[in-house]
């Protein structure tokens, strides 16, 4: 939760700069726009995850123009144990050439938040004694995409999943 926290008093205080730029740029991920996302734990344990995200609409704080939609996550992390969630949050997407249009890399550059409800589902075995059940609590991912063309983006995410948290590198495939 201090992550969330965190990372929302930086975008906010990186919108105050906004004030300050002369034009904004397009967004890279707008309203309408739908995308699939596989990733890989790069962290704790192993897992794997995916997910999809669909752009509702915009708004702007200034010259700043801001997306916000729906995502979903799946995710399988094993290592002592087998966890399973799934997510459902809302999310907030930012494209930095809004900020830096004459920064070239920056142009590629996209930030996202997202806040939601979490289920998990996971199983372990310690000391002989097996254990299975079930969570549901808040979830949140925060995460960049650096689009390498207009649909294909690679993405680095970090998020707490219902009842574990993880850093995670994939791809974004924009449809």
Same mark, same amino acid.
């Given at each position: 939760?201090?992550?969330?926290?965190?990372?929302?008093?930086?975008?906010?205080?990186?919108? #105050?700069?906004?004030?300050?730029?002369?034009?904004?740029?397009?967004?890279?991920?707008?309203?309408?726009?739908?995308?699939?996302?596989?990733?890989?734990?790069?962290?704790y344990?192993?897992?794997?995850?995916? #997910?999809?995200?669909?752009?509702?609409?915009?708004?702007?704080?200034?010259?700043?123009?801001?997306?916000?939609?729906?995502?979903?996550?799946? #995710?399988?992390? +094993?290592?002592?144990?087998?966890?399973?969630?799934?997510?459902?949050?809302?999310?907030?997407? +930012?494209?930095?050439?809004s900020?830096?249009?004459?920064? #070239?890399?920056?142009?590629?550059l996209?930030?996202?938040?997202?806040?939601? /409800?979490?289920?998990?589902?996971?199983?372990?075995?310690? /000391?002989?004694?097996?254990?299975?059940?079930?969570?549901?609590?808040?979830?949140?991912?925060?995460?960049?995409?650096?689009?390498?063309?207009?649909?294909?983006?690679?993405? /680095?995410?970090?998020?707490?999943?219902?009842?574990?948290?993880?850093?995670?590198?994939?791809?974004?495939?924009?449809?």
């Amino acid at each position: 939760m201090k992550k969330v926290l965190l990372v929302s008093i930086v975008l906010l205080s990186v919108c #105050g700069l906004a004030f300050a730029a002369d034009s904004a740029g397009a967004p890279l991920f707008g309203p309408g726009n739908f995308s699939l996302q596989a990733d890989v734990d790069i962290g704790y344990g192993f897992g794997v995850s995916g #997910g999809g995200d669909f752009g509702i609409g915009s708004f702007k704080i200034g010259p700043i123009p801001f997306t916000y939609g729906v995502a979903a996550r799946v #995710g399988y992390d +094993m290592g002592d144990w087998n966890y399973v969630a799934l997510d459902v949050l809302g999310t907030v997407r +930012m494209s930095w050439n809004s900020l830096f249009p004459q920064v #070239g890399f920056v142009n590629k550059l996209e930030s996202y938040i997202g806040l939601g /409800l979490g289920a998990g589902f996971y199983s372990y075995s310690l /000391l002989g004694v097996n254990q299975t059940g079930s969570t549901f609590s808040v979830a949140s991912i925060e995460g960049n995409n650096y689009y390498i063309t207009k649909s294909l983006a690679i993405n /680095l995410e970090e998020g707490y999943y219902g009842y574990y948290g993880g850093l995670k590198v994939g791809v974004l495939f924009k449809l």
